[in-house]
């Protein structure tokens, strides 16, 4: 039931989330811009600042977590996905 754009990299999904999406699933570990940075760059943009970001990442250490909240992501999912886990976050989030 979802709709999902992709983005190659983090500075391609910076300008993709300009379209306002209802949440994004932020791999971490992106060419050319990083997961980390282009989360704190969207949160720091009013027309993105709002949109739920959830970390996906292979990083699944309470570190990397508390790393992703405080580059501004509003959950955290490590890999290999559960999407029944996932689907659950999103709903929560939006």
């Keep these: 039931g979802y709709t999902v754009e992709v983005a190659a990299d983090g500075a391609s999904g910076i300008e993709a989330a300009l379209s306002r999406p209802d949440v994004i699933l932020m791999d971490m570990s992106l060419p050319v811009v990083d997961g980390w940075e282009a989360t704190r760059r969207l949160k720091a943009r009013s027309e993105t600042g709002s949109i739920p970001v959830i970390a996906l990442t292979a990083h ?3 570190d990397d977590q508390e790393k992703a ?3 501004g992501c509003d959950g955290f999912h ?3 996905i559960e999407m029944e886990e996932l689907i659950n976050l999103i709903q929560k989030l939006t």
Excluded: C, R, S
Aim: proline content about 22%; overall charge positive; cysteine-free.
């Design 60 to 62: 699944a250490l309470k």
């Design 69 to 71: 909240m405080k580059a």
């Design 78 to 80: 490590p890999k290999p």
